[in-house]
């Protein structure tokens, strides 16, 4: 069996001029070596790494990144099931009545499952805390979340550097948790 992976991945999105939503930078880290990591410009380019990969990659606070996942999916063809186990080309949900994301799994055929998880259930901080809680040497970074970004912006050097840092934390701090046993959703 192919030998899968664990990821911390984040989304930065933005709000179009006619109130369409979409990713401008996604970063993604690997959670057992945190500096290799990698990043891209829109939620399709996003796409087409995860279908090189099969594992499972954590978003901090799937509800939010997992809504562009599920719009990205859903407008792409992807069937959502309630299959356990979805057939290629398709996807499951584990989100409670009350809206709380804990699961997406989606099958891109070819043996390429990926599972995108909620980290904040399994480390209950915000980044900034985590960095904290941690003590990691490197803290979060900020960045101008009202800034208009077009289709086509590239990212600055110092916007790319805070979504680094924003997954590198997480992989730092769920690395800890996940070595100490703790491999269930929450």
């Known amino acids: 069996m192919p030998r899968t992976f664990k990821y ?18 996604w970063t993604a880290t690997n959670v ?3 500096e290799n990591w990698e990043y891209g410009k829109d939620i399709e380019s996003f796409f087409k790494w995860c279908l090189k990969k099969r594992g499972t990659i ?13 719009d990205y999916l859903l407008s792409g063809g992807y069937e959502h099931t309630t299959n356990r186990a979805p057939y290629p080309s398709s996807f499951t949900t584990l ?42 040497a490197e803290g979060k970074g900020t960045i101008d979340y009202d ?10 050097e110092e ?17 800890v948790v996940l070595d100490s046993g703790m491999t269930g959703l929450t």
């Open 159 to 175: 916007e790319i550097d805070y979504a680094r840092r924003d997954v590198q934390i997480v992989a730092h701090a769920l690395k």
């Open 95 to 136: 989100i409670d009545d009350t809206g709380k994301y804990y699961q997406i799994v989606v099958n891109f055929g070819k043996d390429r499952i990926v599972r995108f998880n909620d980290s904040l259930k399994k480390i209950p901080l915000s980044v900034s805390e985590i960095a904290k809680v941690y003590k990691l």
């Open 147 to 156: 800034k208009y970004r077009p289709i086509g912006y590239v990212p600055t």
């Open 32 to 34: 057992d070596v945190p």
């Open 58 to 70: 954590y978003f901090h606070n799937l509800k939010f990144d997992g809504s562009y996942i599920l």
């Open 8 to 25: 911390v991945a984040d989304f930065e999105t933005t709000t179009d001029k006619d109130g369409s939503v979409r990713v401008w930078l």
